[in-house]
């Protein structure tokens, strides 16, 4: 009879990233050297929910975005989902890409809490986005939301 190893239980958690636009350009933050996963590595703002279940999302990437890079924003739709395992295999993230209109333009720091790990956010044109080094969980997400903006035109 074979041998069956069990596998370490997972945890499943919610993310949601906010793909903010100010004209033809993205906000990106850089991942601090501090960072246990992905030092000097760029993302969007956003994280995991971290509340109830019953948590509003719209409330919870408000949240996100004002403590991470203190915009507020209109929070608009998903427009990709996205799965990843955090290093050790012991929790599945799964994520909504989402739209975002920024109500404010001037980025700060001030709100962080330790755990955000983020530092140097920056406007950066769509056109350049690609010469990023990202977070390598965010780029076919990237890929899928530059693919978009140009079908729009």
């Not at 990233?17 to 960072?35: M, N, Q």
């Not at 406007?123 to 693919?147: H, Q, T, Y």
């Amino acid at each position: 009879m074979p041998a069956f190893t069990t596998a370490p239980p997972t945890t499943l958690e919610f993310a949601q990233k906010a793909f903010i636009l100010d004209g033809d350009r993205l906000l990106l933050v850089r991942k601090a050297a501090s960072d246990p996963y992905q030092p000097g590595r760029w993302e969007v703002p956003g994280g995991r929910l971290e509340v109830a279940a019953d948590a509003d999302l719209d409330d919870h990437i408000r949240r996100e975005v004002w403590e991470e890079v203190g915009l507020r924003i209109d929070p608009g739709p998903p427009f990709h989902l996205w799965q990843w395992v955090m290093p050790g295999g012991r929790v599945r993230v799964v994520a909504a890409a989402r739209h975002c209109r920024p109500v404010t333009l001037e980025v700060s720091l001030a709100n962080q809490t330790p755990s955000d790990h983020l530092c140097e956010p920056r406007w950066v044109p769509l056109a350049e986005v690609a010469g990023f080094d990202l977070i390598p969980s965010l780029r076919p997400v990237m890929r899928a939301f530059l693919r978009l903006r140009a079908a729009a035109g």
